[in-house]
């Protein structure tokens, strides 16, 4: 018998996960079983086996890819950009295109439902902290570009910004879902860059004197000298 090539492996274990992403788009993820994703895919119950251990392993999965092809998406689209404003809308942009990725999903919901469920579904904590330290270290690289050629602030608290930021993005796509028919992405990129602006506009200014700021940014570094010993 001829050895399947390494090739068509890939082939058709993103077939499988594209189909499964679908399934648990439309009918959830308590509600869709392997025998749909099989009817989805066009494959075999042994062949998603032969890919996958369980339900929560292909489900697991299929949010984990969801979030590596939009990185993958956003290197090439700032590929054309010149300055951190353009390269702030294109994620943005690109973030609420991605909520819509799949057909019959009204936002992103395997992710949401991968919130929902993790209490119960222990395996899905470690995708979704996995996606979250992916979605942090290319925002941070934005924004520590944008202080680098003055167009941010020097004394951003990157860590925080991004990390809030994040939470912010993931917000919009609640709201989204609460949208329905009245949902318009355009409102999304609004809101979000609305946030933004005031961190571009505020390149030149002096760092403000925030009581209980918290930790540093530890990429940060002080702008105060230490006192000198006497």
């Known amino acids: 018998m001829p050895r399947v090539s390494a090739a068509h492996e890939r082939e058709i274990r993103s077939r499988i996960v594209d189909a499964a992403a679908r399934v648990f788009g ?7 079983t392997i025998a749909d994703v099989c009817h989805e895919s066009g494959l075999s119950v042994g062949a998603v086996y032969t890919y996958f251990a369980s339900k929560e392993d292909l489900f697991r999965t299929s949010c984990d890819q969801i979030a590596a092809r939009g990185l993958e998406e956003l290197a090439a689209r700032l590929a054309g950009t010149t300055t951190t404003l353009e390269r702030l809308r294109v994620a943005v942009e690109l973030y609420v295109e991605a ?20 209490d119960r579904e222990p395996g899905l904590l470690e995708m979704l902290t996995a996606r979250r330290e992916r979605l942090v270290g290319a925002a941070e690289l934005l924004l520590r570009q944008g202080m680098a050629s003055g167009e941010m602030p020097p004394w951003l608290d990157v860590d925080g910004v991004t990390r809030g930021f994040l939470a912010l993005l993931d917000g919009l796509l609640l709201q989204r ?20 602006m ?5 390149a030149g200014a002096p760092e403000p004197d925030v009581v209980g700021r918290g930790r540093a940014d530890p990429g940060r570094k002080s702008r105060t000298a230490a006192p000198a010993r006497a």
């Open 177 to 196: 879902v609460e949208a329905g028919g009245s949902y318009r992405p355009a409102d999304l990129v609004r809101r979000a860059m609305a946030i933004l």
């Open 198 to 202: 005031p961190m571009l506009a505020a």
């Open 26 to 32: 439309r009918t959830g993820y308590h509600s869709s």
């Open 99 to 118: 909520i819509d990725e799949y057909a019959g999903a009204p936002g992103q919901v395997s992710l949401i439902q991968a919130w929902a469920e993790v």
